[in-house]
């Protein structure tokens, strides 16, 4: 089935540690997306990648870290740097680059927690 | 301040009744997409609404849009337990940065048998 993997679904990071949460998208979509969602709270844009081996900033990038290796995977690494790193992570992706005017399809999402 | 802001933050109705939820915004937008939540899940594409469209349809799901209000409504019609789940909208813009595709905070809608 076509879609959008995400692993792993429950995390737990130490603090100091670095983790890494992945996405995987059989859909041959060319843009990948990370959100970070709170609780009771919208989606926030932490990084984006239009194209293979180019990724921007989204509106909540410090301590955070992306690749775009290949065009169906898009790890996200949460750094020892990011202070508040529990919430709810999702992946998605589009056919096109905007932002603006593509319909994003997303993953299942994944639970970080700082222990 | 808050992009794509939704009203009610929950509501809460009896099955076959029609859902309104709103959304408004204060910078011009290229389109306006809602999406569904339900619970500890990802988010799944409801409908895509573009500035020169004031009303789209799907299935039990009708969205407006006003652009000289700067708003945007989502009913479902004839709503089921199945519907209960958070519905957010998306303001999609171009901006001299780049698009952007912005989110508001969610309304909850919670549909009781």
């Known amino acids: 089935d076509g879609g959008i993997t995400q692993s792993p679904k429950y995390l737990f990071r130490k603090e100091g540690q670095n983790v890494t949460l992945s996405c995987e998208q059989n859909?041959?979509?060319?843009?990948m997306y990370w959100y970070r969602q709170d609780p009771g709270q919208g989606l926030r844009l932490i990084y984006y990648?239009?194209?293979?081996?180019?990724?921007q900033k989204g509106d909540i990038a410090e301590g955070y870290s992306v690749s775009r290796e290949k065009k169906e995977s898009f790890p996200l690494t949460v750094t020892s740097a990011q202070k508040n790193p529990t919430a709810f992570y999702l992946c998605?992706?589009?056919?096109?680059?905007?932002?603006?005017?593509?319909?994003?399809?997303f993953g299942e999402g994944s639970w970080l927690t700082v222990v | 301040s808050q992009q794509g802001e939704e009203d009610p933050q929950a509501l809460s109705i009896q099955e076959g009744e029609n859902a309104t939820m709103n959304c408004s915004y204060k910078t011009s937008i290229n389109n306006l997409q809602w999406y569904r939540q339900n619970s500890g899940r990802g988010l799944v594409h409801l409908i895509l609404i573009r500035s020169n469209e004031r009303e789209k349809h799907s299935g039990r799901l009708r969205v407006t849009l006003d652009t000289s209000k700067k708003s945007s409504s989502l009913l479902i019609t004839a709503s089921r337990a199945a519907d209960t789940a958070s519905y957010f909208c998306?303001?999609?813009?171009?901006?001299?940065?780049?698009?952007?595709?912005?989110f508001g905070e969610g309304t909850q809608l919670t549909v009781n048998p």
């Open positions: 998605a992706s589009s056919i096109g680059g905007s932002l603006s005017g593509n319909t994003i399809y």
């Open positions: 859909l041959n979509h060319d843009a």
């Open positions: 998306a303001k999609g813009r171009e901006e001299t940065s780049g698009s952007r595709l912005t």
């Open positions: 990648s239009q194209i293979v081996n180019d990724f």
